[in-house]
């Protein structure tokens, strides 16, 4: 962790702390004086705080939905299915028996809940999941169908068993204040669970949805003080969360944004590579043909100069190119090796899994860490073969680049320029980069890439 992610999570962790100070001394007040968990019968309030739940849960799912469909993470795919899931159950068992007239009955409130509990599972879960899903838009299809038809599924289930329920009214049934403590005890696992992968990859989205996820806990720890559902009562807690999927409304929002912002990245590098390719490129093969018809000693500098001019806008077209989706990454870092490979004082091998994703941003920085790694590995390691390995290990994706050349003692020899360039590539993706050399033993850089 870079220190200033180190400072943006100290201050993130003790705003936690004391918003969940303030939270649990509101909490400890609500439980010691009884009169405040009164329930307020309110049935217009009570529709439209449910409406406004169902509406934010809903659009929120959307945007989990629409990063999903970007980044293709099994993470955003359980936040889609899961608030999906809450905003359904919601209209299902809260709005719609309201609007045909009349109150939320047995069967609706336990299919309600058990919808809920279902949904908040899900999102607890979706912290602790890594990796992608390559069919996207069929998985999230086939998931949005399965998760109504289980909607149906529990509200027959329970209107079937409905006789052996108890009813859900003042009388705090025990089954209900479980099914409510379970509900807070998933919505503090969701907390941290988004803790710990902020602290680990320092996105912001993971500092949104716990501090989400903390209001949720406490929505919830007030509902099991004042465990009453109906289409009437409104109590603290509704207010709590409401307040929770507001800010998950911000947190996503601005999760697509940067989305939004990297593709509008790419498109900048590829109009970059198509000046150079029609402006610059251009420009240097003519001086390069020109400076051919020359000679003597001048000459052959300008010849030199001309053609390592041309040699490095290739590279930045094939990098810009490869970044911006419009060229495949792999065929991209084939031909560069091709390049530096053709006068065959080193021969380098290539293996890149086809299975794997790498984010725009993260194909422009792996083709310069490879490129760099090259450069260094030709200039200093005296090596007649190196190694280019990008693919999977376990839960992690790795760059790897491999020679036998030299090598060096890194305790006794000053990093040079190249190796802080890529240590400064790989952190700007929030990738760990550590080099392994020995004297006589060749060199070894890796790059572990963000989750």
Same mark, same amino acid.
């Given at each position: 962790?870079?220190?200033?992610?180190?400072?943006?999570?100290?201050?993130?962790?003790?705003?936690?702390?004391?918003?969940?100070?303030?939270?649990?001394?509101?909490?400890?007040?609500?439980?010691?004086?009884?009169?405040?968990?009164?329930?307020?019968?309110?049935?217009?309030?009570?529709?439209?705080?449910?409406?406004?739940?169902?509406?934010?849960?809903?659009?929120?799912?959307?945007?989990?939905?629409?990063?999903?469909?970007?980044?293709?993470?099994?993470?955003?795919?359980?936040?889609?299915?899961?608030? $999906?899931?809450?905003?359904?159950?919601?209209?299902?068992?809260?709005?719609?028996?309201?609007?045909?007239?009349?109150?939320?009955?047995?069967?609706?409130?336990?299919?309600?809940?058990?919808?809920?509990?279902?949904?908040?599972?899900?999102?607890?879960?979706?912290?602790?999941?890594?990796?992608?899903?390559?069919?996207?838009?069929?998985?999230?299809?086939?998931?949005?169908?399965?998760?109504?038809?289980?909607?149906?599924?529990?509200?027959?289930?329970?209107?079937?068993?409905?006789?052996?329920?108890?009813?859900?009214?003042?009388?705090?049934?025990?089954?209900?204040?479980?099914?409510?403590?379970?509900?807070?005890?998933?919505?503090?696992?969701?907390?941290?669970?988004?803790?710990?992968?902020?602290?680990?990859?320092?996105?912001?989205?993971?500092?949104?949805?716990?501090?989400?996820?903390?209001?949720?806990?406490?929505?919830?720890?007030?509902?099991?003080?004042?465990?009453?559902?109906?289409?009437?009562?409104?109590?603290?807690?509704?207010?709590?969360?409401?307040?929770?999927?507001?800010?998950?409304?911000?947190?996503?929002?601005?999760?697509?944004?940067?989305?939004? $912002?990297?593709?509008?990245?790419?498109?900048?590098?590829?109009?970059?590579?198509?000046?150079?390719?029609?402006?610059?490129?251009?420009?240097?093969?003519?001086?390069?043909?020109?400076?051919?018809?020359?000679?003597?000693?001048?000459?052959?500098?300008?010849?030199?100069?001309?053609?390592?001019?041309?040699?490095?806008?290739?590279?930045?077209?094939?990098?810009?190119?490869?970044?911006?989706?419009?060229?495949?990454?792999?065929?991209?870092?084939?031909?560069?090796?091709?390049?530096?490979?053709?006068?065959?004082?080193?021969?380098?091998?290539?293996?890149?899994?086809?299975?794997?994703?790498?984010?725009?941003?993260?194909?422009?920085?792996?083709?310069?860490?490879?490129?760099?790694?090259?450069?260094?590995?030709?200039?200093?390691?005296?090596?007649?073969?190196?190694?280019?390995?990008?693919?999977?290990?376990?839960?992690?994706?790795?760059?790897?680049?491999?020679?036998?050349?030299?090598?060096?003692?890194?305790?006794?020899?000053?990093?040079?320029?190249?190796?802080?360039?890529?240590?400064?590539?790989?952190?700007?993706?929030?990738?760990?980069?550590?080099?392994?050399?020995?004297?006589?033993?060749?060199?070894?850089?890796?790059?572990?890439?963000?989750?």
């Amino acid at each position: 962790m870079r220190h200033e992610e180190r400072d943006a999570y100290s201050a993130w962790l003790w705003g936690e702390l004391l918003l969940l100070g303030l939270l649990g001394a509101a909490l400890a007040l609500f439980v010691t004086y009884p009169s405040l968990r009164d329930a307020f019968e309110l049935p217009q309030l009570r529709l439209v705080l449910d409406t406004s739940v169902t509406i934010a849960a809903a659009i929120v799912a959307t945007l989990a939905g629409v990063r999903f469909s970007v980044e293709g993470r099994r993470l955003d795919f359980l936040l889609c299915c899961g608030f $999906f899931l809450a905003a359904a159950s919601t209209f299902a068992f809260s709005i719609v028996p309201a609007f045909q007239g009349g109150t939320v009955g047995k069967d609706e409130a336990w299919s309600g809940i058990a919808g809920k509990l279902l949904a908040t599972g899900l999102i607890a879960a979706a912290p602790f999941t890594r990796g992608r899903i390559a069919s996207r838009k069929s998985a999230l299809r086939w998931s949005i169908a399965f998760l109504v038809c289980l909607e149906l599924g529990m509200w027959l289930i329970v209107k079937a068993a409905s006789s052996g329920t108890p009813a859900l009214t003042n009388d705090q049934p025990l089954l209900l204040i479980v099914s409510l403590a379970l509900q807070a005890f998933l919505s503090l696992v969701a907390l941290v669970g988004f803790g710990l992968r902020y602290r680990a990859y320092g996105d912001d989205l993971y500092r949104w949805l716990a501090l989400a996820a903390t209001l949720a806990l406490f929505a919830e720890l007030h509902y099991v003080f004042t465990p009453v559902v109906s289409s009437s009562f409104v109590s603290q807690g509704d207010f709590l969360r409401l307040m929770s999927y507001g800010v998950l409304m911000a947190g996503v929002w601005r999760a697509i944004r940067f989305a939004e $912002f990297g593709r509008a990245v790419a498109e900048e590098r590829a109009r970059v590579a198509r000046e150079i390719h029609d402006g610059l490129a251009q420009y240097l093969f003519a001086v390069s043909t020109h400076a051919s018809m020359l000679e003597g000693e001048t000459a052959d500098r300008i010849k030199e100069a001309a053609a390592a001019a041309q040699q490095e806008a290739r590279f930045a077209i094939l990098a810009l190119s490869s970044a911006s989706g419009t060229a495949p990454f792999d065929a991209a870092l084939r031909r560069y090796i091709d390049f530096i490979t053709a006068d065959g004082v080193l021969e380098v091998e290539l293996d890149v899994d086809p299975a794997l994703s790498l984010a725009p941003d993260e194909q422009i920085e792996v083709f310069r860490i490879v490129q760099e790694g090259l450069a260094n590995v030709r200039k200093h390691a005296g090596a007649a073969r190196a190694e280019v390995v990008i693919a999977s290990r376990g839960t992690d994706r790795v760059v790897l680049v491999t020679d036998d050349g030299l090598g060096f003692d890194g305790a006794t020899d000053p990093a040079g320029q190249g190796l802080k360039n890529l240590r400064a590539r790989a952190s700007a993706i929030g990738g760990a980069f550590t080099l392994r050399s020995a004297p006589g033993h060749g060199t070894a850089l890796e790059v572990v890439l963000r989750a």
